[in-house]
């Protein structure tokens, strides 16, 4: 029992030393720390405040002496202010274990811990991973797991709602748990779990990286064997393989067909590959290019009905190279035999002419591709009403293609000039583009008497005078006020550059009179909004008139309403009256033998009133004296003069007798309110 005694007290001084010493008040926190480290003092002490903050550090000798880093002078105060040991403790023996416990306190006395040091806050390290992102947080053992969840929101952007941490030794833990109480050593590494949110990182980085290689551009060097030159060419990632030999064949004229290519990487398999995906090197890549040398072999007869676009690898191939295919030049152009023609770009005879539009479009697409400008669908009217009957600021040129398949020049003509970009975009943006097909007679003199009726017999004859060699023809229409004028003729055998630049050069002179339109258009609606608002102004003026008439007419009219309305109370007071006079008794003489009252009533207008009435007679009697005078009892009340009473408050029935009006009386008149 002593050695339990001894041990125990032992352990509370143990406990009050550090307690002193880390400045924990509360008791079951300090001991379930000392639990911890087995009743170490030091190393209790330790792993509350850390070396590196300055704190308590012993070393012990092989002696079992120890060493305060609170120097000599500590040591003396410790033993000058210590207090004396029990008896039972100073003759008690421990275990060497026991012993340093205990002998501890002589470099740590029960004194208050600001006595001891200064301490300061305990910061813990983490180390937390999220996928395939890591972040260190240091924290003070004061703060809370929802202020490291609060950091990770900022670092991660992800929500503290969503946010699961784990990896704490003691299980899950809630926001408001404080990390002190978790008993945590200086590193700690956690994992965030966010099973609500989708793993989208790789995705959107690699989106970010397929999108970061389209913007860039391409430096190609590439070697034209036969001339010895070298070209330099800048080229966007989205640009095809495709449109590369065909800038290459510009430059060299070396159509693509015949363009032989060294340097293109074996993942470059499919012309219409951007140069983004063909792997060649970035930024910069070095290739060469020659003319392949044709084949002496002649194409099989079903070869010989393809058409150009069939045969050529691109639409810009020049046609100038079909003899070293063995083929005639009329039958690439459609002129061979009918066996192998391809179906017309308008059925002949067609009733309505949108449905003659739409299969002209169709055709135009399937040959030649879906770039193309649209076309108008509908009438060569529809056509011209849309362009030229709007508002001047919505007014455009009428572009009317006619084709014929005839022409050696219409395929060239469509597929170089028709569906060049500029072209298309220009011609959407500036022209309704209305087309039509005179390979077949019958639909040559349908469009003849379409121009005749619009434009006038001199438009139509130009048409006529026209060759089947000069089509595809380009007519550029503008609307005037009396006219429709025909600007241009565009021939088939044109560039792309003499194109562009006559479209332009009707546009300016559209754009001219179209400023003039603009101008009269904006005068004329100036001069109509004038005249809109003075008809509304001279309209409201009518309107306010009629008004004021019909209010003064309702107002004559409720005159004249209270006008009968107040003769007919007049008469319906005047017969009331006539009634009550006709109805009083006579008035009595004086020298009657009954008792008679004088009765003198004052008017509200100073006029008095004045009647002799038997005493007997009752009070209703006096009201309608009073009534019959013009002064009815429900609209005025009788009083007399002292003292004051109401006369019509008392009963009707009562005699002047009992009323005390006897025998005689001064009366007076008031309004009711």
Known sequence: MASDSGSNMDREMILADFQACTGIDNIAEAIALLELNNWDLVAAINGVIPQENGILQSTFTSEGSQTSPFGENSQAAAAATAPTAPPSSAASSSPPSSSSSSSSSAFCPVLPSRHIVERQPRM?????????????????????????????????????????????????????????????????????????????????????????????????????????REYSLNFPATRTIQEVKRNISDLTNIPVRHQQWDGWPASASDDSMTLSSSGISYPCHHLTVCRRSSPAA???????????????????????????????????????????????????????????LLHFTGEFSSRYGDCHPVFFIGSLEAASQEAFFGKARDRKLLAIYLHNDDSVLS?????????????????????????????????????????????????????????????????????????????????????????????MGAMEIFTSQQQEDIRDEDEREARETVKREQDEAYRLSLEADRKKREAQEREEAEQVRQERIRKEQEEEREAIRLSLEQTLPPEPKEEEGEPVSKLRIRTPSGEFLERRFLGSCKLQVLFDFVASKGYPSDEFKILTTFPRRNITQLDPAWTLLEAKLFPQETLFLEAKE
């Open 124 to 228: 813990l390290n983490f180390h937390i991973e999220y996928r395939t992102r890591s972040v260190e947080v240091v924290l003070e053992e004061a703060s809370t797991v929802g202020e490291i969840k609060q950091i990770l929101e900022t670092e991660l952007h992800v929500p503290v709602s969503k946010m699961q941490l784990k990896g704490w030794k003691s299980g899950d833990v809630s926001d408001s748990t404080a990390l002190r109480s978790l008993h945590l050593p200086k590193n700690n590494s956690l994992y965030v779990l966010t099973p609500d949110i989708a793993p989208t990182a790789t995705t959107s980085q690699s989106s970010s990286v397929q999108q970061e290689s389209l913007n860039q551009n391409y430096l190609l060097i590439i070697s034209h064997r036969e001339a010895q």
């Open 298 to 356: 002649t194409l099989e007869p079903s070869e010989e009905c393809t058409d150009v676009h069939m045969v050529s690898d691109s639409e810009g191939d020049d046609f100038e190279d079909a003899s070293e295919f063995g083929v005639d030049e009329s039958e690439i152009f459609g002129m061979g035999s009918s066996s192998c023609r391809k179906s017309p770009m308008m059925p002949e005879n067609s009733e309505n002419e949108g449905d003659a």
């Open 411 to 503: 395929n060239v003509f469509c597929s170089q000039m028709m569906c060049a970009e500029s072209i298309v975009s220009y011609l959407s943006q500036n022209f309704i583009t209305w087309a039509w097909d005179v390979t077949k007679e019958a639909n040559k003199a349908r469009l003849l008497t379409m121009c005749t009726r619009h434009f006038g017999s001199v438009v139509a004859q130009t048409i006529r005078t026209y060759k089947t060699d000069q089509f595809p023809l380009l007519l550029i229409v503008m609307g005037k006020r009396t006219s429709n004028e025909v600007l241009n003729v565009i021939q088939g055998n044109t560039t792309v550059d003499e194109l562009m630049m006559r479209l």
